[in-house]
Protein backbone atom coordinates (compact mmCIF):
# COMPACT_ATOMS: atom_id res chain seq x y z
CA UNK A 1 0.00 0.00 0.00
CA UNK A 2 2.60 2.09 0.53
CA UNK A 3 4.41 1.78 -2.69
CA UNK A 4 1.13 3.26 -4.37
CA UNK A 5 1.28 6.32 -2.43
CA UNK A 6 1.63 9.47 -4.11
CA UNK A 7 3.04 12.96 -2.97
CA UNK A 8 1.82 16.51 -3.02
CA UNK A 9 3.43 19.40 -3.28
CA UNK A 10 1.60 23.17 -3.01
CA UNK A 11 4.46 25.60 -4.00
CA UNK A 12 3.24 29.22 -4.16
CA UNK A 13 5.63 31.52 -5.28
CA UNK A 14 5.96 35.94 -5.69
CA UNK A 15 7.78 37.46 -8.28
CA UNK A 16 9.73 39.60 -7.43
CA UNK A 17 9.18 43.45 -8.18
CA UNK A 18 12.51 43.27 -10.36
CA UNK A 19 11.51 40.63 -13.06
CA UNK A 20 8.82 43.94 -14.41
CA UNK A 21 11.59 45.60 -15.44
CA UNK A 22 13.07 43.04 -17.57
CA UNK A 23 12.73 43.62 -21.45
CA UNK A 24 9.94 41.77 -23.07
CA UNK A 25 12.40 39.32 -25.43
CA UNK A 26 13.94 38.39 -22.14
CA UNK A 27 10.50 37.81 -20.46
CA UNK A 28 9.38 35.82 -23.24
CA UNK A 29 12.46 33.39 -23.57
CA UNK A 30 12.17 33.23 -19.36
CA UNK A 31 8.86 32.16 -19.95
CA UNK A 32 9.73 29.46 -22.50
CA UNK A 33 13.06 27.88 -20.31
CA UNK A 34 10.73 27.61 -17.50
CA UNK A 35 7.78 25.44 -19.31
CA UNK A 36 10.13 23.73 -21.28
CA UNK A 37 11.85 22.34 -18.06
CA UNK A 38 8.81 21.50 -15.89
CA UNK A 39 6.98 19.46 -18.58
CA UNK A 40 10.03 17.74 -19.58
CA UNK A 41 10.09 16.37 -16.58
CA UNK A 42 7.99 13.21 -16.99
CA UNK A 43 8.19 11.61 -12.97
CA UNK A 44 6.53 15.02 -11.72
CA UNK A 45 2.30 15.54 -12.84
CA UNK A 46 1.68 19.21 -12.08
CA UNK A 47 -1.40 21.94 -12.55
CA UNK A 48 -0.89 25.63 -12.68
CA UNK A 49 -2.88 28.45 -10.94
CA UNK A 50 -2.50 32.32 -11.07
CA UNK A 51 -3.17 33.77 -7.42
CA UNK A 52 -1.89 37.29 -9.10
CA UNK A 53 -3.99 40.39 -7.38
CA UNK A 54 -5.93 37.52 -4.94
CA UNK A 55 -3.37 37.77 -2.17
CA UNK A 56 -0.70 40.13 -1.65
CA UNK A 57 1.81 36.71 -0.76
CA UNK A 58 1.26 34.97 -3.84
CA UNK A 59 1.27 35.11 -7.29
CA UNK A 60 2.11 31.84 -9.02
CA UNK A 61 0.76 28.46 -7.30
CA UNK A 62 2.02 24.73 -8.61
CA UNK A 63 0.16 21.90 -7.49
CA UNK A 64 2.95 19.29 -8.09
CA UNK A 65 2.04 15.08 -8.03
CA UNK A 66 4.85 12.67 -7.92
CA UNK A 67 5.56 9.07 -6.90
CA UNK A 68 8.50 10.33 -4.77
CA UNK A 69 9.55 13.47 -3.16
CA UNK A 70 12.86 13.45 -4.24
CA UNK A 71 10.98 14.09 -8.13
CA UNK A 72 9.71 17.31 -6.79
CA UNK A 73 12.69 18.37 -5.33
CA UNK A 74 14.76 17.49 -7.98
CA UNK A 75 12.34 19.51 -10.28
CA UNK A 76 12.45 22.60 -8.12
CA UNK A 77 16.24 22.56 -8.07
CA UNK A 78 16.14 22.54 -11.81
CA UNK A 79 13.95 25.55 -11.75
CA UNK A 80 15.82 27.41 -9.66
CA UNK A 81 18.37 27.52 -12.00
CA UNK A 82 16.39 29.33 -14.29
CA UNK A 83 16.68 33.33 -15.20
CA UNK A 84 12.61 33.28 -14.04
CA UNK A 85 13.32 31.18 -10.85
CA UNK A 86 16.17 33.70 -10.07
CA UNK A 87 13.04 36.16 -9.54
CA UNK A 88 10.44 33.78 -7.67
CA UNK A 89 10.27 33.69 -3.88
CA UNK A 90 9.04 30.20 -2.33
CA UNK A 91 6.46 31.90 0.07
CA UNK A 92 4.64 28.34 0.73
CA UNK A 93 5.45 25.02 0.36
CA UNK A 94 3.20 22.50 1.78
CA UNK A 95 4.14 18.89 1.66
CA UNK A 96 1.08 15.92 2.23
CA UNK A 97 0.87 12.58 1.02
CA UNK A 98 -2.47 10.73 -0.59
CA UNK A 99 -3.78 7.89 1.53
CA UNK A 100 -7.13 6.45 2.27
CA UNK A 101 -9.09 8.64 4.72
CA UNK A 102 -10.62 6.21 7.82
CA UNK A 103 -13.52 7.92 7.14
CA UNK A 104 -14.09 7.45 3.70
CA UNK A 105 -11.54 5.21 2.28
CA UNK A 106 -12.94 5.30 -1.47
CA UNK A 107 -12.21 8.71 -1.73
CA UNK A 108 -9.27 9.36 -4.29
CA UNK A 109 -8.28 12.91 -5.34
CA UNK A 110 -9.81 13.53 -8.56
CA UNK A 111 -5.91 14.93 -9.39
CA UNK A 112 -4.79 11.80 -8.53
CA UNK A 113 -7.35 9.73 -10.92
CA UNK A 114 -6.77 11.96 -13.99
CA UNK A 115 -9.37 14.17 -14.15
CA UNK A 116 -9.85 17.68 -15.72
CA UNK A 117 -9.29 20.34 -13.21
CA UNK A 118 -12.20 22.73 -12.53
CA UNK A 119 -11.75 26.71 -13.04
CA UNK A 120 -11.01 27.22 -9.46
CA UNK A 121 -8.92 25.81 -6.35
CA UNK A 122 -8.76 26.75 -2.91
CA UNK A 123 -6.23 25.10 -0.84
CA UNK A 124 -4.97 25.30 2.95
CA UNK A 125 -3.80 23.41 6.11
CA UNK A 126 -5.80 21.95 8.65
CA UNK A 127 -4.87 20.80 11.89
CA UNK A 128 -7.19 19.35 14.21
CA UNK A 129 -6.74 19.80 18.36
CA UNK A 130 -5.09 16.62 20.15
CA UNK A 131 -8.77 16.05 22.04
CA UNK A 132 -10.24 15.42 18.45
CA UNK A 133 -7.59 12.33 18.14
CA UNK A 134 -8.37 11.20 21.78
CA UNK A 135 -12.45 10.72 21.26
CA UNK A 136 -13.88 7.29 20.40
CA UNK A 137 -13.65 6.55 16.93
CA UNK A 138 -17.16 5.73 16.18
CA UNK A 139 -17.81 9.44 17.99
CA UNK A 140 -15.72 11.05 15.20
CA UNK A 141 -16.89 8.68 12.44
CA UNK A 142 -20.38 9.97 13.18
CA UNK A 143 -19.15 13.69 13.45
CA UNK A 144 -17.60 13.58 9.96
CA UNK A 145 -20.30 11.88 8.52
CA UNK A 146 -22.59 15.36 9.56
CA UNK A 147 -19.81 17.02 7.73
CA UNK A 148 -19.91 14.43 4.61
CA UNK A 149 -23.73 15.40 4.87
CA UNK A 150 -23.00 18.96 4.42
CA UNK A 151 -20.55 18.28 1.14
CA UNK A 152 -23.17 16.51 -0.66
CA UNK A 153 -25.25 19.42 -1.13
CA UNK A 154 -22.47 20.78 -3.51
CA UNK A 155 -21.63 17.72 -5.80
CA UNK A 156 -20.35 20.37 -7.86
CA UNK A 157 -17.11 20.90 -5.50
CA UNK A 158 -14.79 18.56 -5.22
CA UNK A 159 -12.36 17.92 -2.62
CA UNK A 160 -9.20 16.86 -2.18
CA UNK A 161 -7.77 16.03 0.97
CA UNK A 162 -4.53 14.38 1.83
CA UNK A 163 -2.40 13.72 4.63
CA UNK A 164 0.73 16.02 6.44
CA UNK A 165 1.41 14.13 9.53
CA UNK A 166 4.98 13.47 9.77
CA UNK A 167 5.53 15.38 6.72
CA UNK A 168 4.70 18.82 7.58
CA UNK A 169 3.07 21.57 10.22
CA UNK A 170 -0.49 20.64 9.19
CA UNK A 171 -2.56 17.43 9.86
CA UNK A 172 -4.09 17.94 6.57
CA UNK A 173 -3.86 19.82 3.15
CA UNK A 174 -7.47 20.33 1.92
CA UNK A 175 -7.72 21.13 -2.39
CA UNK A 176 -11.24 22.30 -2.87
CA UNK A 177 -11.84 22.30 -6.72
CA UNK A 178 -14.86 24.47 -8.26
CA UNK A 179 -16.38 26.54 -11.38
CA UNK A 180 -18.43 28.66 -8.93
CA UNK A 181 -16.85 30.42 -5.72
CA UNK A 182 -19.65 31.55 -4.44
CA UNK A 183 -20.94 28.13 -4.12
CA UNK A 184 -17.66 27.07 -2.14
CA UNK A 185 -18.26 30.34 0.10
CA UNK A 186 -21.77 28.99 1.19
CA UNK A 187 -20.24 25.32 1.51
CA UNK A 188 -17.57 26.85 3.78
CA UNK A 189 -20.10 28.57 5.92
CA UNK A 190 -22.01 25.49 6.33
CA UNK A 191 -19.26 23.46 7.67
CA UNK A 192 -18.60 25.56 9.93
CA UNK A 193 -21.73 25.16 11.84
CA UNK A 194 -20.85 21.36 12.66
CA UNK A 195 -19.71 19.85 15.30
CA UNK A 196 -16.17 18.83 13.63
CA UNK A 197 -15.50 22.71 13.93
CA UNK A 198 -15.02 22.75 17.25
CA UNK A 199 -11.99 20.73 17.07
CA UNK A 200 -10.49 23.07 14.00
CA UNK A 201 -7.11 24.98 15.79
CA UNK A 202 -6.27 26.37 12.24
CA UNK A 203 -7.25 26.40 8.67
CA UNK A 204 -5.32 29.40 7.08
CA UNK A 205 -3.69 30.58 4.63
CA UNK A 206 -6.59 29.99 2.51
CA UNK A 207 -5.17 30.39 -0.90
CA UNK A 208 -7.28 31.05 -4.18
CA UNK A 209 -5.56 30.21 -7.36
CA UNK A 210 -7.28 30.03 -10.89
CA UNK A 211 -6.08 27.59 -13.02
CA UNK A 212 -4.30 28.59 -16.50
CA UNK A 213 -1.47 27.37 -18.58
CA UNK A 214 1.53 28.13 -16.98
CA UNK A 215 2.86 30.11 -19.76
CA UNK A 216 0.14 33.06 -19.66
CA UNK A 217 0.57 33.18 -16.00
CA UNK A 218 3.91 34.17 -16.64
CA UNK A 219 3.50 36.38 -19.12
CA UNK A 220 0.98 38.07 -16.38
CA UNK A 221 3.42 38.62 -13.34
Known sequence: MNEERKFFNFAVFKANEKWRWLNDITKEESAKEFVEIINATNNVKYRSYSTIGLREDADLMLWLLADKLDYTQDLMSKLNTTVLGKYLELRY??????????????????????????????????????????????????????????????????????SSFGLDDQDFMLAFETNDLASFHDLVMQLRETQVSKYVVRDTPFIVGINKPLYDIIKGL
Open 93 to 162: SFLSIVKPSIYAPTSVPSFVKGEAPLRYVIVYPFIKSREWYLLPFEERRKMMEEHAMIGRRFPDIKLNTT
